[in-house]
């Protein structure tokens, strides 16, 4: 059974940075699509970054584009998010997301979702 913990969010102030982890468990990740969506009070869960496990390939919305960088550690089963320059608007629920299959797609059809971590931003 797979399982995402995510770990790492908190407040801040704008301007400021946190980095997000997710660790999988349950089995090797080597041909994957995992990543990052984030959901705000009253909101649809949105896609934020992707990466293919194997290429190592990025995905990012265009609201977090040039502030956010999606990587991963094989060896660890681990994939971070690093957050620059954080808006209140990115304030939300961060869930990490992973598929059995290394394409990453910008909607929610993904096999695996974590618990999710609170993000909050303050102005």
């Known amino acids: 059974q797979v399982q995402l913990v995510e770990s790492g969010g908190g407040l801040v102030q704008a301007g400021g940075s946190l980095r997000l982890s997710c660790v999988a468990s349950g089995r090797t990740f080597s041909n994957n699509a995992m990543g990052w969506f984030r959901q705000a009070p009253g909101k649809e869960r949105d896609f934020v970054a992707g990466i293919n496990w194997e290429t190592g390939r990025t995905y990012y919305a265009d609201s977090v584009k040039g502030r956010f960088t999606i990587s991963r550690d094989n060896a660890k089963n681990t994939v971070y998010l690093q957050m620059n320059t954080l808006k209140p608007e990115d304030t939300a629920v961060y869930y990490c997301?992973?598929?059995?299959?290394?394409?990453?797609?910008?909607?929610?059809?993904?096999?695996?979702w974590g618990q999710g971590t609170q993000v909050t931003v303050s102005s």
């Open positions: 997301v992973a598929r059995n299959v290394p394409w990453v797609i910008r909607t929610a059809q993904y096999d695996y």
